[in-house]
């Protein structure tokens, strides 16, 4: 027997996770130059960091011999959500809340249910404590809460829900969401992950943090990895009741969140004026790609974040045509989506080429 053999067995039947391509990894493998290359596939925010969040790293450069102090984060986000701070969760990015939640509530013997081309997170999270993963049929790309609620078992302990969801950007309105939150029994956790709420219209948003008080059972999740454009940074964040919280906190490496990480997210909250050029610049370049995927012909799945799946007849084909060319987007066959590739929203200049060489490479 090797040692890989006695190793979980849930864990040696995960997939690992596929990033999108770094930029200097596509330089290296087609010697194309590092500044010719256009990278849609992270749903990164193509103005860059928040300008006051780059100052805070700059200074809290001076503190890095300390471990971090993550007071006043946690304070920062409990005031401007009215909650107390022991109900703020920390994480190294979101995706670092999502796995507290799983090795809180999660083993062999346990379930969670999820979408069918949800966020791929899910999947890991659930996988690596040996709980089973039910997997419900999308709706439209969409979560179908309906058959989600109906797939819940006795042993379900989380139910993961993407609003909007990546990769599709597909959304659920808010009144479906909250009659859902109503039926789910009230021992089973819902997950609500809203990565991309700061892109959704704000006539159209919704406070959901309000729903907290309601639903002892909900976790929101929140991320700076994306409007904030801090995803290299890794910081995010779930809003919980405070007895759900402590569980995720008793489970959370002691210093999960870096001090650059926790200065930067401090600032970048602030900077609302960011936040609004971020948003804006998304809805107008949402509108270039739209346009662009029409004339072009191709349909696409309606989104509500910084990205958009659109169909090809060869997703994988496509792909590999437009990264020979320097642009960088996500084929999404890892989603059970193998005709599908997601663009982030980009610069406007960044949009046009990524068009333009699309228009090239549908023509073979
Ligand atoms: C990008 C993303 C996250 C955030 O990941 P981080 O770990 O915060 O960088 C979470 N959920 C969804 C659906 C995402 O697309």
Redesign the pocket.
């Known amino acids: 027997m090797s040692v890989v053999d006695r190793a979980l067995p849930y864990v040696r039947a995960i997939s690992p996770y596929q990033p999108g391509k770094p930029i200097t990894e596509l330089a290296r493998e087609m010697g194309i130059p590092v500044e010719k290359i256009v990278k849609l596939a992270s749903?990164e925010n193509p103005l860059g960091m928040s300008p006051k969040a780059r100052i805070a790293v700059e200074q809290a450069i001076a503190g890095l011999e300390r471990y971090p102090d993550d007071f006043d984060l946690k304070k920062k986000l409990a005031d401007r959500y009215a909650l107390p701070q022991a109900s703020v969760v920390l994480g190294n990015?979101?995706?670092?809340v999502?796995e507290l939640v799983a090795r809180s509530f999660l083993a062999p013997g346990a379930s969670a249910v999820f979408s069918q081309h949800a966020?791929a997170?899910y999947p890991l999270a659930t996988m690596s404590t040996g709980a089973d993963l039910i997997a419900v049929p999308a709706r439209d790309f969409g979560h179908d809460l309906d058959a989600m609620r109906a797939a819940i078992r006795p042993d379900t302990k989380i139910v993961w829900i993407?609003n909007p969801?990546?990769p599709t950007g597909t959304f659920v309105p808010y009144d479906k969401l909250k009659a859902f939150l109503q039926a789910v029994p009230s021992d089973v956790v819902v997950v609500l992950?809203e990565?991309?709420n700061e892109y959704i219209p704000p006539a159209e948003r919704l406070d959901t943090v309000s729903w907290l008080p309601q639903f002892p059972n909900l976790v929101i999740?929140r991320?700076?990895?994306?409007i904030y454009g801090l995803?290299g940074l890794?910081i995010?964040y779930a809003l919980a009741s405070e007895a759900i919280a402590g569980l995720m906190n008793r489970v959370r490496q002691p210093f999960n969140c870096n001090n650059l990480a926790l200065a930067a997210g401090c600032a970048a909250l602030d900077d609302h004026q960011f936040v609004a050029e971020s948003y804006e610049l998304n809805r107008r370049g949402m509108a270039q790609i739209l346009d662009g995927l029409k004339r072009l012909g191709l349909s696409h799945v309606p989104s509500h974040g910084n990205f958009i799946a659109f169909v090809v007849t060869d997703g994988a084909a496509i792909n590999q045509r437009l990264l020979k060319q320097g642009v960088i987007v996500r084929p999404l066959g890892g989603y059970g989506m193998p005709n599908h590739l997601r663009v982030t929203i980009g610069t406007e200049a960044e949009n046009a080429r990524f068009l333009e060489v699309l228009a090239v490479a549908l023509n073979g």
């Open positions: 749903n990015g979101s995706n670092d999502l966020f997170v993407a969801n990546n992950d990565a991309y999740t991320t700076f990895s994306k995803a890794r995010g």
